[in-house]
């Protein structure tokens, strides 16, 4: 299975150039490139920190604005916020963000002596292409403020297909990459947090965070409303994995499964 994640994870930052695919019907071409917004949250059973071996139950919310035929882009439940400002027939880009959770360690046992960690966002732009009518290919690079101010960088590659004009199922691989300041924050031990946590002293620098599988099955109950199931595995790596907090306390694997609801509404603009 590792072997495979890696070889997959390689694939997102490989994919060749291919020449574009018209992915719409010969009704949706003469449809308006209208404005849509979509909205919704996914629920879900996961990691209760970044690297915890303990899982608990978390709420994120969903929100996308594009411009698009029927706005008929694939979405996945970890898709960050997304304002998708330019585009073409297999392509888009635009600004996203991404909220973050406090660390308190009041919580967890396993972080007694590290210190908290507070609220804070990451913000940056996001591209995603379609080189085929069932492949999507997702880049996105965010930059932190206030909880930390590294650059966080997410690789993304999706092979779907779509039945009955009402399933949709997808898989592909992620890779996480983020810089020292967000590997310092979240799993560095410095000389106080050693002496009061009991973990050696740990200095993380930057690098690929993590690497895994994410696997969906979409339901489109109306044009405008779907729901979905999902499950992401993933493992972490370099200096996240070799974090004295993983280590003895978390674990390099990291598992979600959850459920999301999303609505698109067409602006008519």
């Known amino acids: 299975m590792r072997p495979f994640l890696i070889a997959a994870c390689v694939a997102v930052t490989s994919t060749p150039a291919i020449a574009q695919i018209d992915m719409r019907s010969a009704g949706e071409k003469a449809a308006p490139r209208t404005w849509n917004v979509t909205v919704g949250a996914s629920v879900g059973a996961g990691p209760s920190y970044f690297g915890s071996n303990r899982y608990s139950a978390s709420v994120s919310p969903i929100f996308s604005f594009q411009r698009g035929v029927g706005s008929r882009w694939l979405s996945v439940a970890d898709d960050n916020i997304a304002f998708g400002l330019i585009g073409g027939q297999n392509w888009r880009a635009g600004f996203t963000g991404k909220f973050l959770g406090e660390r308190r360690e009041s919580r967890d046992f396993a972080l007694r002596g590290l210190g908290n960690v507070g609220f804070g966002a990451e913000?940056?732009?996001?591209?995603?292409?379609?080189?085929?009518?069932?492949?999507?290919?997702?880049?996105?690079?965010?930059?932190?403020?206030?909880?930390?101010?590294?650059?966080?960088?997410?690789?993304?590659?999706?092979?779907?297909?779509?039945?009955?004009?009402?399933?949709?199922?997808?898989?592909?691989?992620?890779?996480?990459?983020?810089?020292?300041?967000?590997?310092?924050?979240?799993?560095?031990?410095?000389?106080?947090?050693?002496?009061?946590s009991g973990l050696p002293q740990f200095r993380a620098g930057d690098g690929i965070l993590s690497y895994g599988l994410h696997a969906q099955v979409t339901y489109q109950w109306t044009p405008r409303f779907e729901t979905s199931l999902f499950v992401e595995a993933t493992r972490l790596a370099g200096d996240a994995a070799r974090s004295p907090l993983i280590r003895q306390r978390g674990s390099e694997n990291q598992v979600t499964v959850g459920t999301s609801l999303r609505w698109t509404i067409d602006t008519g603009m």
């Open 123 to 196: 913000i940056g732009g996001f591209a995603e292409y379609y080189p085929l009518p069932w492949l999507r290919a997702r880049a996105e690079l965010r930059r932190g403020f206030a909880a930390h101010e590294a650059l966080v960088g997410d690789l993304k590659l999706d092979f779907f297909t779509r039945f009955d004009d009402r399933w949709t199922v997808s898989i592909g691989p992620r890779v996480t990459l983020a810089g020292r300041d967000f590997t310092q924050t979240y799993l560095g031990v410095n000389a106080a947090q050693s002496a009061r």
